[in-house]
């Protein structure tokens, strides 16, 4: 079949599913007119919050002249490709975001484990301490970091009157070790609450086959329950990496560690004002996004635990 054909036949295949959805004769042409309307107010969403703005920033990355968007050049783009300072943010973001999602993951299958295995006094109080960090903005979670950890911070200043060492030396907010912590105090309970919705679908009486087989409890998380949270393992961390990647308020305030949200703010700031190369590298980001999340799900899937 030719181009030409192949064209010729989705479009008749496109007008066919037009004319069955708007003047449906079978239960099932029904039902797919139903399922079209419901996703409407999503297209209609994807575009004017998605697509348009993608559009937008395709022009802009190619645009002679930023001010009035006219014009075309690949100014923008040599520059990304040449400059050495873009690829090293482009790797600070990555190697940091992704030992941030690491450490997160790991406690939030600790947390969701312990949440889901033991009946805890208050669990209701520790779920919503766990998940409080979700409804926090990043300048919050930064300022937060500042009155734990900076000079005057209640943990540096507890230390200091226990080891003697200057509260000034132990200031670490604003250091890459304050960032960090900022990070995965914002990330855990994303991988907490997507890690417990798989704990609940745990096969217990797999478990408590293999105890009493006489596996200890590593043994059978490891054997049992680990093969089967994995696709939540991996849900989890598809979550906190994207989340991890697009968090802005909390290394605009501490500063201490170039990642790319921060690059993008600099080059649209006044002085600097490149907004084709900020257009840029958005597109990189989005590009890199859509497909580190494709090669993740082919890890969210469900394994088949035999004893």
Same mark, same amino acid.
């Given at each position: ?25 079978? *239960? ?35 645009? $002679? #002249? ?9 100014? $923008?783009?040599? @520059? ?13 973001? =990555? ?60 943990? @540096?200043?507890?230390?200091? $009157? ?6 000034? #030396? ?25 890690? +417990? ?21 590593? *043994?059978?998380?490891?054997? =049992? ?11 989890? @961390?598809?979550?906190?990496? +994207? ?30 004002? +490149?907004?084709? =190369? ?5 597109? =990189? ?12 799900? +082919? ?6 635990? @035999?004893?």
């Amino acid at each position: 079949m030719s181009v030409r054909e192949s064209t010729a036949a989705s479009v008749r295949r496109v007008a066919v599913f037009a004319a069955t959805t708007a003047r449906p004769t079978t *239960e099932r042409e029904r039902e797919r007119r139903r399922i079209a309307i419901m996703c409407l107010p999503f297209f209609a969403l994807a575009t004017v919050a998605g697509f348009v703005p993608l559009a937008m920033l395709v022009r802009m990355s190619v645009a $002679a #002249d930023v001010i009035w968007i006219e014009g075309w050049s690949l100014d $923008a783009w040599r @520059t990304l490709l040449t400059e050495p300072t873009y690829r090293r943010v482009a790797w600070n973001t =990555v190697w940091f975001v992704g030992l941030a999602t690491v450490v997160s993951v790991v406690l939030g299958v600790a947390v969701a484990h312990v949440l889901e295995k033991y009946d805890l006094p208050f669990e209701r109080v520790v779920v919503a301490a766990v998940s409080f960090p979700i409804a926090l903005p990043g300048i919050i979670v930064a300022i937060l970091v500042i009155a734990m950890l900076g000079r005057q911070g209640l943990v @540096t200043n507890a230390i200091a $009157a226990v080891t003697g060492t200057s509260a000034i #030396d132990l200031a670490s907010a604003t250091a890459i070790t304050g960032l960090f912590l900022g990070y995965v105090y914002s990330l855990v309970p994303r991988a907490t609450m997507v890690l +417990r919705g798989t704990y609940a679908e745990v096969n217990t009486q797999a478990e408590e086959a293999a105890r009493s087989l006489g596996a200890s409890r590593w *043994e059978t998380f490891y054997r =049992v329950t680990l093969p089967e949270i994995r696709p939540g393992i991996a849900a989890a @961390t598809i979550l906190t990496f +994207r989340s991890g990647l697009a968090i802005f308020g909390t290394v605009l305030l501490l500063q201490s560690h170039y990642v790319i949200t921060l690059q993008i703010q600099r080059e649209i700031s006044v002085g600097t004002y +490149r907004p084709d =190369v900020a257009a840029a590298i958005g597109l =990189v980001y989005v590009v890199f996004i859509v497909a580190f999340t494709f090669v993740g799900l +082919r890890f969210v899937r469900t394994d088949t635990v @035999t004893l």
